[in-house]
């Protein structure tokens, strides 16, 4: 689910951002600015009612840009609760929730979280099995 998720972000920054380029992996060394960085914060799992799941993926969106001022920045972040507010995963739409930015050395860290209901079927149970009954009488006298 993870990727799905990172694959619709990168889609969507990348039809409102052109011309920045996205990574999801934060390893590399030689990367070009300015620049989008994808990354988990860590996930979160709550089970409920009937074999469905609901996860929480809080992301850590940022920004690099290294000639930008502050009030571009400022700028970015404001566009982003936009951007990301919707997402198309696998044609379920999915709204992003704790939207918030801040700016931490000249670097924009964009937060943002995706809820999502898995349902799992682990073999199916009839809940009701067929039920004969019959009602008959005897004409002995005997029911």
Same mark, same amino acid.
Request: proline letters at 2%.
């Given at each position: 689910m993870?990727?799905?998720?990172? =694959?619709?972000?990168?889609?969507?920054?990348?039809s409102y951002f052109e011309e920045i380029?996205?990574?999801?992996d934060e390893n590399k060394q030689d990367f070009d600015e300015p620049c989008f960085f994808i990354s988990?914060?860590?996930?979160?799992?709550?089970?409920?009612?009937?074999g469905r799941q609901e996860r929480s993926y809080p992301l850590d969106i940022k920004y690099f840009d290294e000639n930008a001022?502050?009030?571009e920045l400022n700028e970015i972040g404001d566009y982003l609760y936009e951007a990301l507010d919707l997402l198309d995963v696998e044609g379920k739409l999915i709204r992003?929730? =704790?939207?918030?930015?801040k700016i931490v050395d000249n670097i924009l860290h964009f937060f943002v979280t995706y809820p999502a209901v898995l349902e799992y079927e682990s073999g199916r149970i009839d809940k009701m099995q067929d039920l004969k009954n019959g009602i008959g009488v005897d004409v002995n006298g005997r029911n």
């Amino acid at each position: 689910m993870i990727s799905k998720l990172i =694959d619709a972000v990168s889609i969507q920054l990348d039809s409102y951002f052109e011309e920045i380029t996205i990574y999801a992996d934060e390893n590399k060394q030689d990367f070009d600015e300015p620049c989008f960085f994808i990354s988990l914060i860590h996930s979160m799992k709550n089970r409920m009612l009937g074999g469905r799941q609901e996860r929480s993926y809080p992301l850590d969106i940022k920004y690099f840009d290294e000639n930008a001022t502050i009030s571009e920045l400022n700028e970015i972040g404001d566009y982003l609760y936009e951007a990301l507010d919707l997402l198309d995963v696998e044609g379920k739409l999915i709204r992003g929730l =704790d939207m918030e930015y801040k700016i931490v050395d000249n670097i924009l860290h964009f937060f943002v979280t995706y809820p999502a209901v898995l349902e799992y079927e682990s073999g199916r149970i009839d809940k009701m099995q067929d039920l004969k009954n019959g009602i008959g009488v005897d004409v002995n006298g005997r029911n």
